[in-house]
């Protein structure tokens, strides 16, 4: 009875140490052991591992993606407006023990301080670099500017044993206090550009309408030398044609050209011409009426 007394206490605290030597990780996270503060085991993997009581202690670390959401950060791009814009962020601890080791005992809270300073001053410099203007960052090349973040970010990150997993812009916002002044701005460079396209499209009109002209003064030009050509030529076709008559009958040329005239002279119902007798215009008619006079002479004879 006396040596069952004895064993059980004994038992008891055997199985105290020995439970207490056993520690367990779970598959959602990794851990280290420390002995006075220095770094005996690193564990990785889910399982059981051991320690040695009183001497070693065990400090978790979560294995899986965190999320953080940065403040509202001020940036100024290529184009000098200014914007407001925040970013959610999903990392996760690379390496338990750098990140021990970078950031200490309060390694969640740091992580958070250190990876909030190194995204700042990355979206600042991305954001704010030759070529990216406030129109680049609201459009669809807004992923590409926050993949650029993410990869510069993870570059500094490793230092901390952590992974950069993804970066989001979320809201991107006109200062309060600039809203006005940046609106005015964006008014006046649309006016400009609304300017030079005019300015342009008159431009552009003036060319198209001098050589329109251009164009219309040839055309009228070429027009005007075929008509003065064709005239000519009929010019000269008449004249050949009454140089032609004229040779083979004088007087019957003469006489065609006096009974034009005669047409052309009185022409229309109340025609008065006021000329000599001894005109030679009328030498045609006045030899039709002394005619006219020796037939009616001849034929009251007769009777």
């Known amino acids: 009875m006396r040596k069952l007394n004895i064993l059980i206490p004994v038992v008891v605290i055997a199985a105290v140490v020995a439970l ?17 503060g220095q770094i005996k085991q690193v564990r990785e993997n889910a399982g059981i591992g051991f320690k040695i009581p009183l001497l ?11 999320s953080l959401e940065t403040p ?25 023990r750098q990140f021990r080791q970078a950031l200490g005992t309060d390694g969640g809270r740091q992580a958070e301080i250190q990876l909030n300073g190194i995204l700042d001053g990355q979206i600042r410099a991305v954001l704010g670099s030759q070529g990216v203007t406030s129109n680049t960052i609201l459009s669809p090349e807004r992923s590409a500017l926050m993949d650029q ?11 901390l044993g952590l992974d950069v997993v993804d970066v989001r812009l979320r809201q991107t ?5 600039n809203f006005d002044a940046t609106l005015q701005r964006m008014i006046a460079e649309r006016d400009r550009e609304a300017t030079d ?24 030009s070429e027009a005007r030398r075929d008509a003065r050509i064709t005239e000519g030529e009929a010019d000269a076709e008449r ?8 040779s083979k009958d004088a007087e019957f040329f003469e006489f065609y050209r006096s009974l034009s005239a005669y047409e052309q002279a009185l022409k229309g119902e109340n025609s008065t011409m006021v000329m000599s007798p ?26």
């Open 197 to 220: 396209e005019r300015a342009r499209g008159r431009e552009a009109a003036q060319r198209v309408t001098a050589l329109a002209d251009r164009t219309y003064e040839e055309i009228l």
């Open 56 to 66: 070693d202690e065990v400090v978790r670390y979560d294995d899986r993606i965190l």
């Open 149 to 159: 973040i993410r990869e510069r970010s993870d570059a500094r990150a490793q230092a």
């Open 173 to 177: 916002n006109l200062p309060e206090q």
């Open 20 to 36: 207490s030597s056993i520690f367990i990780v779970d598959e959602r996270e990794r851990a280290l052991v420390l002995r006075f």
């Open 278 to 303: 001894d005109s030679e215009f009328f030498n045609y008619l006045k030899s039709d009426e002394g005619s006219r006079s020796q037939r009616a002479t001849t034929t009251g004879t007769d009777n």
């Open 239 to 246: 004249n050949k044609i009454f140089a032609q008559a004229y």
């Open 72 to 96: 509202m950060i001020e940036v100024t791009p290529a184009d000098d407006r200014r914007l407001e814009v925040d970013a959610f962020v999903l990392y996760r601890i690379n390496s338990v």
